[in-house]
């Protein structure tokens, strides 16, 4: 299958890293490389980018895509880019984008299996290597499982649902995506089935799970603002609100001074700011762009610079 991504907000978050002729970007989530050609049509001969992505199929496009280019590629996990960085030599960044979540194309790729819109083999691994949502729906204890789907996918049936992953599975294993959508549907209540698909909440959860997400922004936000340069600057895209408030908390911090309680006459506790927000509220995605991919509608866009 083609891949076929579409860059959300393109514009928006390139502009948000105020690229400069000769410097150094890190493009921590390549994809079909839309954002990492905007990048390189600013940076100038002489400027370097980086593009990290676990995923081999968006490396192999990007190089296509890119190929009047000469950026990096590093099929790395972005929480891994301070080894990587050190492997290349490069001591620090003057800006870096993080598109997060799952890519239109690995959405779209039935074999992929991270679509409850078609029936494929439990997969769900960016990478393609290591556990799969396989693993988890049948290896998983139901307590376990239901932790899961209640704390990533926000998922109020969670205990139902998995409950009812625990029974089917006792008979044979759960193998397909198909499967699991239709045992979802029977463990939530009729008025949510005829409301919206239920699924969503719960492949988003697994497919959390499976590669290990929340954990790797959080790493990925501390290593890539340490290594920013001053006035380098971090612009970030995230799809729903596990991320976001993660992103939100770990800027707001960053930009945050005195803590101190206000009745102090004065300061002891030393905390200055080391960011600030270049996105006073987060910037969405306008009702053109919404209209042309829907996917859009949930993206939200934060920027902070360093100081």
Request: net charge neutral.
């Amino acid at each position: 299958m083609e891949f076929q991504h579409t860059s959300v907000m393109l514009m928006p978050a390139v502009d948000g890293l105020n690229v400069r002729e000769g410097c150094i970007y890190a493009d921590c989530t390549t994809g079909g490389g839309g954002h990492s050609l905007e990048i390189l049509k600013r940076l100038g001969s002489t400027g370097t980018l980086i593009c990290f992505d676990r995923d081999k199929e968006a490396i192999a496009a990007a190089r296509q895509r890119l190929s009047g280019y000469s950026p990096i590629f590093a099929e790395r996990n972005f929480s891994e880019i301070r080894s990587a960085l050190r492997e290349l030599g490069i001591s620090h960044l003057d800006g870096a984008l993080m598109d997060l979540g799952v890519s239109s194309h690995q959405l779209d790729d039935p074999e992929r299996g991270f679509s409850f819109h078609n029936d494929a083999p439990l997969d769900m691994r960016m990478s393609g290597e290591g556990m799969s949502a396989y693993d988890v729906v049948n290896d998983y204890p139901e307590e376990q499982l239901a932790g899961i789907l209640f704390e990533y996918g926000e998922e109020k049936f969670a205990r139902g649902i998995a409950h009812g992953i625990a029974l089917a599975r006792e008979n044979s294993p759960i193998r397909t995506t198909g499967e699991l959508a239709e045992i979802i549907k029977r463990n939530v209540p009729l008025k949510v089935r005829k409301e919206k698909n239920p699924c969503r909440k719960t492949f988003q959860a697994i497919r959390i799970e499976v590669n290990g997400e929340l954990d790797a922004l959080r790493t990925a936000l501390d290593d890539i603002f340490e290594l920013l340069a001053p006035a380098g600057r971090l612009s970030v895209i995230t799809f729903h609100s596990l991320e976001d408030r993660i992103v939100k908390q770990k800027f707001r911090s960053l930009c945050e001074g005195c803590t101190c309680p206000k009745d102090f006459p004065v300061c002891v506790c030393g905390k200055k700011p080391r960011a600030v927000q270049i996105t006073k509220k987060p910037i969405t995605a306008d009702e053109a762009e919404v209209a042309e991919n829907p996917r859009s509608r949930s993206a939200k866009l934060r920027v902070i610079e360093k100081l």
